[in-house]
C-alpha cells in the first residue's frame, strides 16, 4: 500500500511538472498569437503587452478556467463508464498523466516543425485516445460507454464554428467602424461618439463573464438576470467614464485617418485585456485540466469529480502560463509583430474582438477551442471586409492539415504511453 | 530570432505590393522629370546634353524595371487582397510603359540631329509640360489608394480618387490638342522643311503623347482596380 502511494505521489508530481510545461508553451506561443495584433499595429509596446497578457491571462485562468476545465477532466470520458469497465483509480491516474504527457510531446515537435497545431485539439485528442484503449481492452464496455461521442462532436463543431464565428463578428464590428467612422466626414469625431458604446460593450461582456458562475471560488454565486444587470451597469459606468475621457482626448497629428488610428490605439488596450483573459479562461484548462483530474483523483481515492476544480491548480496553470510568456512568449511576439505591421489599430480592434468574444463565450459554456484559430478566423473577417492588404490563406489548409493530423496522433500516443507506464508499474 | 514557435496568426499575413507600386510609379516620374530638359536641349542644338540626358533616361527606365520585376516575384497567386491580383499586375504593366515611351522618345532625339523649326518650339515645350503634367497627376492619384485602402474603400475616399485620375485624362487631352496644333503647323510650312525631318518630328512627337496615352491608360486601370 506504501509503495503505490509513493508511486503516485511520483505520478502527481510528474503531472505537475509535465502541465507546467504545456503551461509554459501556452504562454511561450499561443500567448503571442492572441497578442498579434494588439503589438503588430504599434497600439502597445512589447513591454505593455507582456504586463496586459501576464495580468490578464493569470485572471482568465484563475476566474472563468474550471469550466473548460471540467470538460477535459470529466465530460470527454464518462468516469461512470470507466469505472464500469473495470478502471480502478490508479488506471484512472496513470491514463490522465499520460494524456497530459502525450499532448506535451506533440505539442513540442508541432512547435518544433512550426504546425499551427492547437493545445486545445491535442488535449482534447489525448483524453479521447485513453478512453479509446479503455473500451478496446475492456471485454464488456464499447467505445461509446466509455467515451462521451456526443460531447467530443460537440467539441469537434466547436472547432469548426469558433473561427466562423470570430469571422462573422470581425466583419461586423469592422463594417461598423468603416461606415460609421471612416467613410464620415471628420471620422474622429465619429469614433469618439462611438467609443462609449464599444468600451461599455467589452467590459459589459467581460464582467458577465466573470461574475456569472464565476466567482464561486470567492463566495460569490449570482443567477443570470442578477449578473446580466451587475454587468450591464459596470458596462455603462465604464461607457460613462470613456464619455469623460474623450472629451479630453486631442489628437496629436493631422491626417484624419491617422488620428482615428491613434485613437483606436486606446481602445486596443482594452481588447487586449479582453482576448488574454479570455485566452487564459479557455487554454489553462489545456495544461492543468488532466492535472485537476489526477488530483481529485488522488485525494478522495475514487474516480470522482464532484468538487470543483481547486484555485491553486488554476494558478499553477496561470502561472506557467505567465513564466512562459516573460522567458520564450516575448520573442515569439517579437517575430509575429514583425510579420504583421500591416494591421492598424482600426483592424487589429475588430479582428480581437471578435476572436475574444468568441472565445470567452465558449469558455463559458465550457468549450475547448482554439484561440489561434479563432483569430485567424476573425482576421479573415476583417479582410473579407477590406481591412487587411494581403492575406496568406494557405495557413488555413496548413489549419485544417494540422488539425486533422493532431486527433489520432495525440490519441495514438496517449495509448502508448498509458500501456508503458502500466507495464513498468 | 525564435525558432521553436507556432505563429499561424504572424503566417497570415502576406506583404502587399502598394508600396512598392508607389516606388515604381516615382521611379517613372523620374524619367518623365527628364522630359523637358532633353526637348530643351534638343531644341538648342545641344546633342552633348541630350546624348547625357538620353542615357539618364534609360538608367532610370532600367531600375523602373527592377523595381517592376521585384514586385511580380513577390505577388504570389494565392495571397488574398482588397485588389485583383490581375488589375494590379495589368496597372503595373502600363505604368511601365510610360517610362519605355520617354525612353523611346529619346532615342529617336539622340539618333538624328533633326533641327526644331522655330514656329513650333513654344507649343512643343508646352506640350511637353502637358505630358508630365498627366504622369504628375498619375502619381498624385495613385499616392491617393493608400487613403482609400486605409477606409477599406469607403464612398468618400473612392470618389476623391475618382476626381484626381479624371485629372490625367484632361492633361492627356491637353496633350493631343497640342499635338494636333504642332502637327498642322508642321505641314503648313512644309517646304521651308525636307521631309525627313517633317517625319522625324511627327514620329518624335507621337513618342512623347504616348507617354501621356499610357499615363491615360494606367488611370483607366486603376479605376478598375478601385471598382468594387
Known amino acids: ?425 | 530570432m525564435a525558432i521553436f514557435e507556432r505563429i499561424p496568426v504572424g503566417d497570415l499575413f502576406g506583404k502587399t505590393p502598394y508600396m512598392p507600386l508607389h516606388k515604381h510609379i516615382e521611379k517613372v516620374n523620374e524619367c518623365a522629370d527628364e522630359l523637358r530638359p532633353l526637348v530643351e536641349a534638343f531644341i538648342a542644338e545641344d546633342y552633348d546634353r541630350v546624348e547625357e540626358l538620353a542615357n539618364k533616361i534609360s538608367n532610370l527606365e532600367h531600375e523602373a524595371d527592377k523595381v517592376k520585376t521585384d514586385i511580380r516575384i513577390h505577388l504570389p497567386r494565392r495571397l488574398f487582397m482588397q485588389v485583383d491580383r490581375g488589375d494590379i499586375l495589368s496597372f503595373l504593366k502600363k505604368q511601365d510603359t510610360i517610362a519605355d515611351k520617354v525612353e523611346d522618345a529619346a532615342h529617336l532625339i539622340q539618333i538624328r540631329r533633326t533641327k526644331v523649326p522655330e514656329e513650333i518650339r513654344d507649343d512643343l515645350l508646352e506640350f511637353v509640360d502637358s505630358v508630365k503634367s498627366a504622369v504628375d497627376a498619375l502619381e498624385v492619384a495613385y499616392s491617393e489608394l493608400n487613403r482609400l485602402l486605409e477606409t477599406s474603400f469607403g464612398r468618400k475616399e473612392h470618389d476623391k480618387m475618382l476626381k484626381l485620375i479624371n485629372k490625367v485624362d484632361h492633361h492627356e487631352w491637353k496633350a493631343d490638342e497640342l499635338q494636333l496644333k504642332m502637327s498642322k503647323k508642321l505641314f503648313e510650312i512644309e517646304e521651308k522643311l525636307d521631309p525627313l525631318s517633317i517625319w522625324f518630328l511627327i514620329r518624335i512627337i507621337n513618342e512623347i503623347d504616348a507617354v501621356a496615352d499610357y499615363a491615360e491608360d494606367s488611370g483607366d486601370q486603376l479605376r478598375t482596380m478601385i471598382a468594387k
Open chain 1, 1 to 425: 500500500m506504501e509503495r503505490i502511494n509513493i508511486k503516485l505521489e511520483l505520478i502527481v508530481i510528474a503531472a505537475i511538472i509535465v502541465g507546467l510545461y504545456m503551461a509554459w508553451n501556452i504562454g511561450a506561443n499561443d500567448v503571442a498569437n492572441s497578442m498579434g495584433p494588439s503589438y503588430g499595429s504599434g497600439a502597445l509596446t512589447l513591454k505593455q503587452v507582456i504586463i496586459i497578457a501576464g495580468i490578464f491571462e493569470f485572471l482568465g485562468a484563475v476566474l472563468v478556467g474550471s469550466h473548460v476545465t471540467d470538460t477535459i477532466r470529466k465530460s470527454i470520458v464518462d468516469l461512470d463508464g470507466l469505472i464500469a469497465a473495470g478502471v480502478t483509480p490508479d488506471m484512472f491516474i496513470y491514463g490522465m498523466f499520460a494524456a497530459l504527457l502525450a499532448s506535451g510531446l506533440w505539442i513540442t515537435v508541432a512547435t518544433f516543425y512550426r504546425l499551427p497545431v492547437s493545445t486545445t485539439h491535442s488535449i482534447v485528442g489525448a483524453v479521447a485516445g485513453f478512453g479509446l484503449i479503455v473500451a478496446i481492452t475492456s471485454a464488456s464496455s464499447g467505445v461509446g460507454d466509455v467515451v462521451n461521442i456526443g460531447k467530443l462532436l460537440e467539441i469537434a463543431a466547436s472547432w469548426i464554428v469558433s473561427p466562423i464565428s470570430g469571422a462573422v463578428l470581425s466583419f461586423i464590428i469592422f463594417m461598423v467602424i468603416r461606415n460609421k467612422i471612416l467613410d464620415q466626414d471628420n471620422p474622429l469625431e465619429h469614433a469618439e461618439r462611438l467609443a462609449p458604446y464599444l468600451v461599455g460593450l467589452v467590459v459589459a461582456i467581460i464582467s458577465l463573464s466573470m461574475v456569472f458562475k464565476g466567482l464561486k471560488n470567492l463566495g460569490l454565486d449570482f443567477g443570470f438576470a442578477e449578473a446580466l444587470a451587475i454587468s450591464i451597469v459596470i458596462g455603462i459606468i465604464a461607457g460613462v467614464i470613456t464619455l469623460f475621457w474623450v472629451r479630453g482626448y486631442k489628437p496629436k497629428v493631422k491626417d484624419e485617418y491617422q488620428q482615428v488610428e491613434n485613437f483606436f490605439k486606446y481602445l486596443m488596450l482594452l481588447t487586449a485585456c479582453y482576448i488574454a483573459f479570455a485566452h487564459g479562461a479557455n487554454d489553462v484548462a489545456n495544461a492543468i485540466g488532466p492535472l485537476a483530474a489526477v488530483v481529485d483523483v488522488v485525494e478522495s481515492e475514487e474516480i470522482t469529480a464532484k468538487i470543483s476544480v481547486p484555485l491553486w491548480i488554476l494558478a499553477l496553470g496561470g502561472i506557467g502560463i505567465v513564466i512562459g510568456i516573460s522567458t520564450w512568449g516575448y520573442k515569439v511576439m517579437e517575430t509575429i509583430g514583425r510579420k504583421i505591421t500591416e494591421i492598424t489599430p482600426t483592424r487589429g480592434f475588430a479582428a480581437t474582438f471578435g476572436a475574444a468574444t468568441t472565445v470567452l463565450i465558449c469558455s463559458k459554456l465550457g468549450m475547448p477551442i482554439s484561440t489561434s484559430h479563432t483569430l485567424v478566423g476573425a482576421v479573415v473577417g476583417v479582410g473579407l471586409a477590406g481591412g487587411v492588404g494581403a492575406l496568406n490563406l494557405g495557413v488555413i489548409k496548413r489549419i485544417v492539415y494540422s488539425w486533422i493530423l493532431t486527433i489520432p496522433i495525440a490519441a495514438i500516443l496517449t495509448i502508448i504511453i498509458y500501456k508503458l507506464v502500466i507495464f513498468i508499474v
